[in-house]
């Protein structure tokens, strides 16, 4: 059954804009048709349309069940402003692997300090879509490398994925299924400076190696999700 985000109203969803258009225009979805909405909260909503025109769709609420795919941690990847070719697959894996908040960041080797905020979000929604995740990765706004160790305050766990760590791993962390909060810090494509390493090292961080091969930062993203998942069953 295919998904579609909207605004829940009542016993209805109202979907509009893209979404309409992917709707009626793409998949010529029309009255009476049975379809999945999400409203960017804990469920999905099982709906049969009810009206169709140029302005909206209106879907009627059968039922609501909680989303399986929700992720049970929270997980902000701060991630160093990486090309535009790598951002595009970070986004994706990062919804796909269940980080709920997403952190931009520029650092010393990023190449721009400007982001497409709007592309992201779209990004964003079509990933949701495609590993049927009810609620949407939240996009925060371009930050700078300085105000990034400030927010770790608000973490059970902050990981640090360091190209300079030569011994510990992601299982030495004790006691890592325990954590509620929990942030990843990754670097782009030319990695962090010798001063951004010893800033962070001066925080609460668990520094961590992935391995003594280099990689690409899409992959090395996709690494420490997959482990950090694997470990507290998110």
Do not use: W
Not at 155 to 164: C, S, T
């Amino acid at each position: 059954m295919r998904r579609f985000f909207g605004k829940k109203n009542g016993e209805f969803v109202i979907i509009e804009n893209d979404e309409l258009v992917h709707l009626a225009k793409v998949l010529r979805k029309k009255e009476g048709d049975q379809i999945i909405c999400c409203s960017n909260d804990e469920f999905d909503y099982y709906c049969q349309i009810v009206s169709v025109d140029k302005k909206q769709c209106k879907a009627k609420i059968e039922k609501a069940v909680k989303c399986p795919a929700l992720p049970n941690k929270q997980i902000t990847l701060f991630q160093a402003l990486p090309k535009k070719e790598y951002l595009d697959e970070i986004v994706f894996k990062a919804v796909e692997l269940g980080v709920t908040c997403l952190q931009l960041f520029v650092s010393e080797f990023s190449n721009t300090g400007k982001i497409n905020a709007e592309r992201i979000n779209a990004q964003i929604l079509s990933a949701s879509k495609q590993c049927e995740r009810s609620k949407l990765m939240e996009n925060k706004p371009l930050i700078e490398f300085d105000k990034v160790p400030g927010q770790f305050t608000n973490f059970d766990l902050v990981i640090f994925a360091n190209e300079k760590e030569e011994k510990k791993t992601i299982f030495d962390i004790k006691n890592i299924e325990k954590a509620e909060k929990i942030a990843i810090v990754v670097g782009n494509e030319g990695g962090f400076s010798e001063n951004e390493i010893e800033r962070l090292l001066n925080e609460k961080v668990f520094s961590i190696t992935l391995g003594k091969r280099i990689l690409r930062c899409p992959t090395a993203v996709t690494t420490i999700l997959a482990l950090t998942n694997a470990l507290t069953k998110n």
